[in-house]
């Protein structure tokens, strides 16, 4: 290699990192945040150096109810994302096997709910479950992450169902299997990085989710998104610590399981279709 | 272990008639390899044995027992497609073993079909592994084995070597040979290589356009194809075919083609007309070249020799104005000139003679006197 073409490389990359870092910023700046005193966070030039505490985070643990959110966060983002992962991996195997007829349509329809502004409906939404009374429940909250979840799911499930050859099916069912064996036990192990993907996927969007469970979760069906909220009014002024504390810690797992599941990530973005090494 | 029957099968996709009356048995307990071009119809004609496809009217017996609106789970059948179809995650053992679960056999029974056919088909190196690791030729031997494993009347198999390399197919035809010897069931084996069915079958049942021209055991086929279909299809290359008159004489019939010094009598085929006209056909390899005249010899050119598989040359040659192509031994071809004048004889006992229909006539060459 060249001098000149070490340098391009040298810029290239310098360039790669630059931007990445950029995007990193924000998230860095919470987590320094979490570990700084009040008057260090809204200090005016920003304190780059300083004595950690671990004040905000302690505050935040000791806090009344903070196991509750937490829990709530697991168990509607798990429990929304796992009953859409069941729905959408048999619809996507009727879609793929039987090609019903308008299944395109269909498929868009399903992700329409995804295409509009969250905010566009959730008046809608609010309307329907105060009718059936399913407002502030929390099996009323999980069916609604379930929809959240299934439109994506399904399509990212359906583009590695159209991967896995006829044949399968049709091997199983000469030998003897019921459509059921074919779907669980033939079909199924096949599309285990399809599943992964979609769940990872879906449940990003569900633990981060605000709005909707906000208005239509209410008091009792809280998860920590809308606790942070509740940090920004909390005796006349934000309490920055507060929130960067509870952000940090809300924040672990996410990244753990993105670090973990990444190659899936990129599955998940185009719906199967880019396979990658999974 | 049960013959397979249909009758009167027809198979339409749209305006498409992929299956056109087909009524045929295949034997009980024997190989029979279903040949033809790609879109003749054997692939379908499989399917709809498996059930795996609908015919547009006609019906399949398995045995006394007519089976055309069972499912294909309850036909009791295996089939192996061109696709290894194997389920990953899972070793082989498992991958043979699976579909034994639904069967109601114990764990001991279980174990010992599967080390049966892991035997049979060479995998006790593999047992073990993960599907992943295998290569796409054990791959497909892991799928014929779990077939194979459940003990089914019947074994389809849809071109099952058509997509592994070519050392691998070598061995596959060995195993299966070895395989089918060993199995009593009645297989039926789709292919459009005629190598592998000439290897594999007990008969060849040669199909074109969605109808079974004829079946017969392979060297039957080969050597006495019923129509000109069979003769062009199978040999590499195939027949040799040139127009020719079956005339009466004073004393019997008599063939005359530009590749005979002179009219060769004929035993049979006799007709009322004066004069028709037949396809004389040979197989390239019983046409004889030579240096030096020889009593029913006709002068040729030599226009081509290039080496083939097995050392054989194959030789471009014309006759007037009749070209085709001849296949001799290592020996011959490597006395021949590489292009220039020789002498062809075509041996009479070797030729056949097709009607104008396609059809073999009933006629044989005899030596002429």
Known sequence: MNATARIRQGLYYAVLWGIAIVFFLPVLWVILAALKTKKQIIAKTPVWFFEPTLDNLQRVIERENFWKYLRMSVFLSLGGVMIALVVSFLAAYCFSRYKPRGTNFLMFLLLSVRMVPAAAVVVPVYLMYAAFGWKDTFLGMVLFYAMFSIPFSLWILKGFLDGVSLRYDETALVNGGSRLHIIFRVVLPQVKPGLVAAFIFNIIFVWNEFLFNYIIGGKSVTMVPVQLQAGVNSGGSADWGYIAGLSTIYMIPPILAIYAFQKYLLVGMTFGTVRGEV | ?369
């Open chain 2, 1 to 369: 272990m049960a013959e397979i029957r249909v009758q009167g099968l027809r198979k339409e996709f749209g305006a498409l008639v992929a299956l056109d009356d087909v009524s045929f048995s295949f034997p009980e307990s024997r190989v029979t390899c279903l040949l033809g071009p790609s879109g003749c119809g054997k692939t379908t004609l499989m399917r709809i044995i498996a059930g795996l496809e609908r015919a547009t009217r006609g019906d399949v017996y398995f045995g006394g027992q007519r089976v055309t609106h069972l499912p294909p789970r309850k036909r009791n059948i295996g089939m192996v497609f061109q696709y290894p179809v194997v389920y990953r995650g899972i070793s082989v053992a498992e991958n043979i073993e699976l579909p034994l679960k639904s069967e109601k056999l114990s764990k001991a029974e279980r174990t010992a079909r599967v080390a049966e056919v892991v035997e049979i088909l060479g995998l006790g190196d593999h047992v073990a592994k993960d599907i992943t690791q295998l290569d796409n030729g054990t791959r497909q031997k892991v799928a014929v084995a779990r077939a194979v494993a459940r003990q089914p009347r019947i074994i389809l198999f849809d071109e099952p070597i058509t997509n592994v390399d070519a050392n691998a197919k070598l061995q596959l035809k060995r195993a299966f040979k070895e395989l089918t010897r060993r199995l009593e069931q009645t297989i039926i084996y789709v292919t459009h290589d005629q190598t592998e069915a000439m290897t594999l079958a007990d008969q060849i049942a040669l199909m074109q356009d969605g109808r079974i021209v004829q079946c017969d055991a392979p060297r039957e086929l080969y050597n006495h194809p019923s129509d000109v279909f069979g003769g062009w299809f199978l040999g590499n290359p195939g027949m040799v075919f040139v127009d020719g008159t079956l005339s009466a004489n004073g004393s019997g019939t008599v063939v005359t083609a530009p590749l005979f010094p002179a009219p060769v009598p004929t035993a049979g085929g006799a007709s009322d007309e004066p004069a028709t006209a037949v396809t004389v056909g040979i197989r390239p390899e019983h046409i004889r070249v030579a240096t030096g005249d020889a009593p029913g010899a006709v002068a040729a050119d030599l226009l081509r020799k290039s080496i083939t598989v097995g050392r054989q040359y194959l030789l471009s040659l014309r006759v007037g104005d009749v070209a085709f192509k001849a296949k001799v031994t290592p020996q011959v071809g490597e006395s021949l000139p590489a292009r220039g004048a020789v002498w062809v004889t075509l041996p009479p006992e070797r030729v056949t003679l097709f009607a104008p229909n396609g059809n073999r006539v009933d006629a044989t060459l005899t030596q002429p006197r």
